[in-house]
């Protein structure tokens, strides 16, 4: 059972009582609670009353005057100006006589040029109240007069009741941060876990963060992997960063290397008095960093980058923005390390592709149940398929081979170890013919070690075994080539040892065959040691300045004697004076002498004709000859080492067929290039370009 005032001023207090509570029962916002309060106790009491409650970080006070006609004025007054501070720590109800105040904080304070004598307050909350969300305030009456109905005794009973309505609507407010804290983390985490490109996570981050942090500017730095350096993100910076080079911080560097080198958070409300703030940022930039908060991002044990948030608006940073920031930290860094995986993933997978499609070998892969996934154009080129046409297929409607068992192949592959099987067969091709193939194979296995993928690699075998061909080839000319001037030799030698040429003149005439026959053999044997040589590349290991117009002076008189005995009209045109050449002059005497000889060797009548002249820098030489010329399927092969053209073996030219080759390697040496055109029966023409060296 509730007591009943008894008295006229008990009577007065709780009609005001019960208007407070009837006007506060359903008001659950503070700002609503305090104006509510000023303005039913002025109203009731005839008298202005104020409250004034204290703002983030006590930087200021947020003001309500009630007025006793039922007008209400909501102001905020800094700390000098507002003068409440003295009336809060009192921590009880006061009467404070404004005659014995200072003149100075009479003129500075905006409270005390209200009152004509008294100000009557008390602190709210109330001490002891155990009010946990309500902030330091006060309410104040003004002038209220020795009749005033609320007296000290009355006041404090007061407070206490507005407190709890103070507590509950500042209750309801942290609870609706949280929750508008809550449902930003929440979007945040749903928008960066949406996305796996960077520059998305980044552009999806920045607004949300500096609407609810009420913050300038948001960065965010990552560690570069190599460097340890920490590169902040270009598109976050801002305007006065798009003309600079991107900010990059030494390992532990300024607040942000602080932060990451020590896997610890800092708020910091005046970076220009923390020593470890990097200064040059702003000076290069033009923008001011005035307040932080700084916190590591952090993958499981390992730190990938750090989080700012730059120039709180209207007050410091405090906990409560450390808490939220970190909240949303985590997904951010999830996120940037997910999308980092994806790139680089991504970055594998082209380069596998890459390499896949463009070895010169032929790849195929197959799934566990025999059904091909992925085949490269040199493997559909090589069995003369169309491009896509083997994706989907089972491997042995693609691949048929000659006479291997496939089947006992690949069950080899599935059963390998740490070896890789191989198998020499003759691939069947589309349309018909063989192909010589060395196939190698390897299984990709799970995590279980289940093969999941096999990789079939095809080796097309028939350039070895042209090569192999042209080595024989090139063997059995030089076992003929050697066996014919030796047994010619060796007869001469013994018909003169058994005295068969009586005659001097027939005697001169085997000893001439003999001498004739021992320079083919020595040229021979000079031609195959200038291949060695150039293989081990003896001849090309000293560049030199070399006068091309020295070497044609000494190279071209033999050889034209040469083509005049065979009959053949021989033409020089070389221009005087050549550029020098940088190179090896051995090597160049033997280019031009074995194009020149080849040119007189397979003319069998007509001219010869040898040009060197230059253009922008480049020298030309060009030989050009009448004779049997190369047939147009032997072109591509011209320049390979023991090639010989069928048209010279038939008509029983000698040669070695490494002439050609030793001239190419050293055109090439010299970063020169050669050219060929000839037409079958009628000519050949050789052109060669090499640098001349500058003046």
Known sequence: MVEQPTTTQEKHIHTLWQAITSELSNILDAHGVCAAIANTIAVYTGTTAIIGSSG???????????????????????????????????????????????????????????????????????????????????LCLIDPGPDSILTHE????????????????????????????????????????????????????????????????????????????????????????QDLPAIRLKHGQGIAGWVAENRQPVIINDVYTDKRFYSQVDRRSGFQT???????????????????????????????????????????????????????VLAE???????????????????????????????????????????????????????????????????????????AADLVRDGGGL??????????????????????????????????????DFFHGIIHELRTPLA??????????????????????????????SDRLQKMVRQMLQLAKMEARELQRSDEMVNLNAIFDEMLPPLADRATEKKLTFRQRIEKPLPMALGNKETLYLIFKNLVDNAIKFTLSGTVRVEAWTEDDIIFVEVQDEGIGIPQQALPNLFGRFFRAQTAVERGIAGTGLGLYMVKEGVEYHNGTIDVKSVEGEGTTFTIRLPALAK
Not at 84 to 108: C, R, S, V, Y
Not at 361 to 379: R, S
Request: proline share 5%; with cysteine.
């Open 290 to 344: 005035n307040s932080m908060i700084c916190i590591p991002l952090q993958v499981e044990e390992r730190v990938i980058g750090i989080v700012q948030a730059i120039n709180k608006s209207g007050s410091d940073f405090d906990e409560n923005d450390l808490r939220l920031l970190q909240a949303i930290a985590g997904p951010l860094a999830a996120a940037i390390e997910n999308a980092r995986l994806h790139d680089d």
């Open 56 to 138: 983030p970080q006590s930087r200021y006070y947020d003001v309500w005057i009630g007025s006793g006609d039922g007008r209400i004025q909501q102001t905020i007054w800094d700390n000098a100006k507002a003068s409440f501070d003295p009336l809060i720590k009192a921590g009880k109800a006061i009467t404070q006589q404004k005659f014995n105040l200072p003149a100075a904080e009479l003129i500075n304070s905006a409270l005390w040029q209200i009152p004509h004598e008294t100000i009557t307050s008390i602190p709210l909350p109330m001490p002891g109240s155990h009010s946990r969300f309500t902030p330091p305030g006060v």
């Open 488 to 517: 010619t030799i060796l007869m001469y030698a013994r018909l003169l040892r058994e005295g068969k040429a009586q005659e001097p003149a027939k005697a001169d005439r085997f000893l001439g065959v003999i001498v004739r026959e």
């Open 154 to 241: 009355a006041l404090e009973p007061l407070a206490t009741n507005i407190s709890i309505f103070l507590d509950r609507a500042y209750l309801r407010n942290h609870v609706n941060r949280q929750d508008i804290e809550f449902a930003v983390v929440s979007e945040i985490s749903h928008a960066l876990t949406s996305t796996l490109s960077l520059n998305n996570i980044f552009q999806q981050l920045m607004d949300p963060i500096r609407r609810t942090l009420l913050v300038e500017s948001v960065s965010v730095g990552l560690i570069e992997p190599d460097t340890g350096d920490i590169v902040f993100v270009d598109i976050l910076m801002g305007p006065l960063f």
């Open 435 to 472: 192909v010589p193939t060395l196939i190698s194979g390897a299984p990709v296995k799970d995590e279980a070690d289940q093969v999941k993928e096999m990789i079939f690699v095809f080796s097309d075998l028939r350039l070895i075994r042209e090569v192999e061909r042209m080595r024989d």
């Open 349 to 423: 997978k082209r380069r596998i592709e890459t390499i896949f499609a463009n070895m010169s070998e032929g790849m195929i892969t197959v799934n566990a149940d025999g059904v091909i996934t992925h085949a490269n154009d040199a493997l559909l080129s090589l069995l003369s398929k169309e491009s896509g046409s083997a994706i989907g297929q089972p491997l042995h409607s693609i691949i048929r081979l000659k006479s291997n068992s496939l089947d006992e192949f690949v069950q080899h592959v599935q059963e390998a170890g740490e070896e890789y099987p191989q198998m």
